[in-house]
């Protein structure tokens, strides 16, 4: 089956089961030809399923407007389906601890942050993974330098499919980067992303973590809530810059944890780019996005400050070099060997 047609027919869910139609077992084959023209079929269980017709269109107009220039052709066969994915099964059972790395917007370091915690926790002699789940501007990959990787799939004697992670300075990583180009992220929204992202979450071979940390997009939406539902997450820890910490957004995303149905303990805010010390004054600390923002907030809204972490230039250099600054450069990893302690002490990792 051709990859960007099954992800595309993903996003049709069947009304019935309320699945997509790939992992429904209603697309038998889905392939491009290699005059590009597209064929695919579609096989019903019931003799005269009530959707089958309407299905059919949806295929076909879905595949016109992706597709304007391409001939294709969709045909329905009545079967026995066969189921593609078993439900239930997930890779994701020895995993000991899932945080939620959370921001309001973008930019304000969320994804440095997730890349040297983890490195801080691994220096503790943790099993740490990174999911990093940030469709909009996946960046884990540049941070750990695996941008070329490419992740080969498994299959078990049950028929299963994995996905091998990537491995860099001791920590697995799987990320919706290694699938799509950063040009195409407009395009993943909403149904293929949280298709795509379910996939990750439970095809990928994480094996036993005390620690998956999961990078996700800023703000709130459905691909949080999606994660949320996925994933037994045991905690939450929300990153902000000092000017953007009270802010509505930021406001938004403590509730969205807190909310009754979701009720994931908010571990804490860090802070981040909290004051800039130059090297000519190492004793001077400069509040360019103003100064005890994120304190007030935490105290307001009852949540511990984790941490903060100045604006410092090897963090800057670390993530473009594909080495974390925590392991790196002393000062930074005394700041997130700080954060990492209260995380541990929070959600130990052999509970
Ligand atoms: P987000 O994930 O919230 O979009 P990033 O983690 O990608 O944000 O960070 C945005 C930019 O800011 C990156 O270039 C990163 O290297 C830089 N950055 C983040 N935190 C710091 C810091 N404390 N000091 C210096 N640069 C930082």
């Given at each position: 089956?051709?990859?960007?047609?099954?992800?595309?027919?993903?996003?049709?869910?069947?009304?019935?089961?309320?699945?997509?139609?790939?992992?429904?077992?209603?697309?038998?084959?889905?392939?491009?030809?290699?005059?590009?023209?597209?064929?695919?079929?579609?096989?019903?269980?019931?003799?005269?399923?009530?959707?089958?017709?309407?299905?059919?269109?949806?295929?076909?107009?879905?595949?016109?407007?992706?597709?304007?220039?391409?001939?294709?052709?969709?045909?329905?066969?009545?079967?026995?389906?066969?189921?593609?994915?078993?439900?239930?099964?997930?890779?994701?059972?020895?995993?000991?601890?899932?945080?939620?790395?959370?921001?309001?917007?973008?930019?304000?370091?969320?994804?440095?942050?997730?890349?040297?915690?983890?490195?801080?926790?691994?220096?503790?002699?943790?099993?740490?993974?990174?999911?990093?789940?940030?469709?909009?501007?996946?960046?884990?990959?540049?941070?750990?330098?695996?941008?070329?990787?490419?992740?080969e799939?498994?299959?078990?004697?049950?028929?299963?499919?994995?996905?091998?992670?990537?491995?860099?300075?001791?920590?697995?990583?799987?990320?919706?980067?290694?699938?799509?180009?950063?040009?195409?992220?407009?395009?993943?929204?909403?149904?293929?992303?949280?298709?795509?992202?379910?996939?990750?979450?439970?095809?990928?071979?994480?094996?036993?973590?005390?620690?998956?940390?999961?990078?996700?997009?800023?703000?709130?939406?459905?691909?949080?809530?999606s994660?949320?539902?996925?994933?037994?997450?045991?905690?939450?820890?929300?990153v902000?810059?000092?000017?953007?910490?009270?802010?509505?957004?930021?406001?938004?995303g403590?509730?969205?944890?807190?909310?009754?149905?979701?009720?994931?303990?908010?571990l804490?805010?860090?802070?981040?780019?909290?004051?800039?010390?130059?090297?000519?004054?190492?004793?001077?600390?400069y509040?360019?996005?103003?100064?005890?923002?994120?304190?007030?907030?935490?105290?307001?809204?009852g949540?511990?400050?984790l941490?903060?972490?100045?604006?410092?230039?090897?963090?800057?250099?670390g993530?473009?070099?594909?080495?974390?600054?925590?392991?790196?450069?002393?000062?930074?990893?005394?700041?997130?060997?700080?954060i990492?302690?209260?995380?541990?002490?929070?959600?130990?990792?052999?509970?």
């Open positions: 089956m051709n990859e960007q047609l099954e992800a595309l027919l993903r996003t049709i869910i069947h009304p019935e089961t309320e699945h997509n139609i790939v992992d429904s077992g209603f697309v038998d084959r889905a392939d491009m030809g290699e005059d590009g023209s597209i064929a695919i079929t579609l096989r019903f269980q019931k003799a005269r399923d009530p959707f089958a017709q309407r299905i059919k269109q949806r295929v076909e107009q879905l595949i016109a407007t992706t597709y304007p220039d391409k001939r294709s052709i969709v045909i329905i066969r009545e079967a026995a389906p066969k189921p593609r994915r078993q439900e239930n099964v997930t890779t994701t059972t020895e995993i000991t601890n899932i945080i939620a790395i959370a921001s309001g917007k973008g930019g304000v370091g969320k994804s440095t942050v997730t890349a040297n915690l983890a490195v801080a926790l691994r220096q503790r002699g943790y099993n740490v993974g990174i999911l990093d789940a940030d469709i909009y501007g996946p960046s884990q990959t540049k941070m750990f330098g695996v941008e070329g990787y490419i992740p799939a498994e299959r078990d004697e049950e028929g299963h499919d994995f996905i091998i992670p990537a491995q860099s300075l001791g920590i697995t990583i799987m990320s919706i980067g290694f699938f799509i180009k950063p040009t195409d992220a407009l395009m993943w929204r909403g149904g293929m992303a949280v298709n795509a992202l379910h996939q990750l979450i439970h095809q990928t071979r994480w094996g036993k973590l005390d620690y998956l940390l999961v990078d996700l997009p800023p703000g709130t939406g459905d691909i949080h809530l994660i949320i539902n996925e994933l037994k997450i045991s905690g939450a820890v929300i902000s810059t000092p000017q953007q910490v009270a802010v509505a957004d930021v406001v938004r403590v509730e969205m944890f807190r909310h009754e149905q979701v009720n994931i303990p908010v804490g805010v860090v802070e981040n780019m909290a004051w800039f010390t130059p090297e000519e004054l190492p004793d001077n600390r509040y360019i996005f103003g100064k005890g923002g994120a304190k007030r907030y935490a105290e307001e809204a949540i511990e400050l941490g903060q972490v100045p604006i410092i230039q090897s963090i800057m250099e993530s473009d070099n594909g080495s974390p600054a925590t392991g790196v450069d002393m000062r930074v990893e005394e700041f997130y060997q700080s990492a302690e209260k995380v541990v002490e929070k959600l130990p990792a052999e509970c």
